[in-house]
């Protein structure tokens, strides 16, 4: 052992008494440094875009393990991986009739993300009495315009014809979603050609609730608005600022003012095009929230005051709410004018029926006889 010691005390000493390589120190530290930025960079880009999103929902999960929350799915409506939704009911829900619908679209950019990472959407607004269906998308590099909207679309085509299956009500779908869900869910609202293209009516979206979401961002500037959009013509067309129109579903468009992600100023600018038109649309800023406080803040317990903010909730759930009262005054107003238009039509054939019954064919006969010469 001794042996050993005294050999690696004399090569210790050798190798101090060697002359250094100029610069080979500082070498290999640049080739170490470049190595641990290049971890950095791939970790960022890949492993915590996903990563980020999963920390909410599992959070969200231990503080509703208790919750009588159904979930169905994944459930495919098209024939790619992404192209999945997941369905959330409440089981104390009400057997004998039918729940609004709540139809969320994830964010990450267009380009990472899923609907079962958001999990938490589907356990917060489901006891509100919502049938909640969280839909995944097509993603980049296969994602690219129009393939979110298409896979909107069809998400939604799948959501009327199937919803019944699961206690939601078909004549009652909202969508919300945040960052590029937002701009799926606001496009879908906007511009028609997505649902018409596969038969639906103008009226299947009744609200529209946008989270932080991109709806005037040209010239493009973000990779990932690059990778999505750059490869279209027309351009303006995937901006939903341009298709703001009168007859828009009501529109609740909420903004962080911290977010360094998705300026601010785009949902000003739509709301600001919405309002020009006479469409009903709400605006609300959240002042101390960024680009992913204002939806962490759905899951819990960061909805608590206690530990967080629930404005957010508060302000999605006012908006849901009033407008499912609006609704069910419509439904009030058009069931009486049904009433009374089938009055109308009962008393009109009424009276055809006694004007009818007044000249019967008797009497035409009679009267006929009354002029006929006699026999004689």
């Not at 960022?44 to 509703?64: C, E, G, K, L, Y």
Request: proline fraction near 6%; hydrophobic fraction near 40%.
């Amino acid at each position: 052992m001794g042996k050993h010691r005294a050999s690696w005390k004399r090569w210790s000493r050798e190798l101090e008494k060697k002359p250094k390589e100029p610069g080979g120190c500082c070498l290999f530290q640049m080739i170490f440094v470049l190595a641990l930025t290049i971890l950095a960079y791939n970790l960022w880009n890949w492993v915590w875009p996903n990563v980020r999103h999963d920390i909410p929902n599992t959070i969200d999960r231990a503080f509703s393990y208790n919750d009588r929350i159904e979930q169905r799915g994944p459930l495919a409506y098209g024939n790619h991986e992404d192209r999945k939704l997941y369905i959330y009911r409440s089981e104390d829900a009400p057997e004998d009739g039918l729940l609004p619908v709540l139809v969320f679209f994830h964010g990450g950019g267009w380009a990472n993300g899923d609907p079962a990472q958001y999990g938490f959407i589907g356990r917060n607004f489901a006891p509100k009495g919502f049938v909640v269906v969280n839909v995944g998308y097509r993603l980049l590099p296969e994602g690219k315009y129009p393939a979110m909207l298409a896979d909107g679309a069809a998400a939604l085509r799948w959501t009327t014809q199937n919803i019944r299956k699961y206690g939601g009500d078909p004549e009652r779908i909202y969508l919300m979603g945040h960052s590029a869900g937002a701009y799926n869910a606001v496009m879908l609202g906007l511009d028609r050609r997505w649902t018409r293209r596969l038969g639906l009516p103008d009226d299947t979206i009744d609200g529209v609730i946008g989270l932080a979401g991109p709806y005037d961002f040209l010239p493009l500037e973000s990779d990932n608005a690059k990778d999505a959009f750059g490869e279209t013509q027309r351009i303006a067309e995937t901006q939903p600022v341009n298709f703001a129109r009168r007859n828009a579903p009501p529109m609740l468009l909420a903004t962080g003012f911290q977010d360094e992600s998705v300026e601010r100023d785009n949902a000003e600018a739509l709301y600001d095009a919405l309002a020009a038109k006479g469409a009903r649309a709400r605006h609300v800023v959240f002042n101390d929230l960024g680009h992913a406080g204002i939806i962490m803040t759905l899951a819990r317990p960061f909805d608590d005051s206690r530990f967080g903010d629930p404005r957010v909730e508060d302000a999605v759930t006012t908006f849901l709410r009033e407008l499912e009262q609006d609704a069910a005054r419509e439904r009030t107003r058009a069931a009486r004018r049904a009433r009374e238009l089938q009055a109308t039509r009962d008393a009109q054939s009424q009276a055809e029926a006694q004007g009818a019954a007044a000249t019967s064919p008797g009497d035409e006969v009679q009267a006929s006889g009354d002029i006929q010469p006699s026999g004689g």
